[in-house]
């Protein structure tokens, strides 16, 4: 999956209930999520509150530079998720976030550089029971694949 370059960026991603970056700080509640239980009676979409955690350590020669973040929801065989856009309508989940990161002075040549993101994606309508994956893409190349299970009370 990883281009054949010497600079290449690094992506750790985790599963939450809740997500902040206060001062650049990753603080995260109910880290390590990897199912949720949706109740029995509901009727699907079920209505999940989930997080993702993100940290990119970027080498030194991509620093300076704008890179794209994006993180799409599919299913465990790689398929886009529609989720609701519109009454009747739908469409792909897709979180995407610019950024760029820089050398502050006393960086030296060849150090990395971190950057923690975080997305919060409250009452996420989940259409079915089953896996699912958050891949997180930069610049057009998968880094990460963060699964979990919807499994239904019993």
């Keep these: 999956m990883r281009k054949s370059t ?3 960026m690094e992506l750790s991603a985790i599963l939450c209930n809740h997500v902040e970056t206060p001062n ?3 603080y995260i509640s109910g880290g390590g999520i990897d199912r949720v239980t949706v109740p029995l009676e509901a009727p699907a979409p079920w209505p999940i509150n989930v997080a993702i955690a993100v940290q990119v350590k970027v080498p030194w020669d991509l620093t300076n530079r704008d890179h794209l973040l994006i993180i799409r929801l599919q299913d465990i065989d790689g398929q886009d998720v529609l989720l609701p856009t519109g009454p009747d309508t ?3 989940f ?3 976030m610019s ?3 820089g050398r502050p002075e006393g960086l030296e040549p060849g150090e990395w550089q971190v950057i923690n993101l975080g997305f919060n994606m409250p009452m996420l309508p989940i259409p079915r ?3 699912y994956l958050f891949t997180c893409e930069i610049d ?3 880094l990460e694949r963060t ?3 919807v499994n239904q009370a019993v």
Excluded: D, M
């Design 6 to 8: 010497l600079c290449v």
């Design 24 to 26: 650049g700080l990753l």
């Design 90 to 92: 739908f469409g792909p």
């Design 94 to 96: 897709r979180a995407e």
């Design 99 to 101: 950024f760029q990161v």
């Design 129 to 131: 029971l089953g896996s």
């Design 140 to 142: 057009g190349e998968e």
């Design 147 to 149: 699964r979990f299970k």
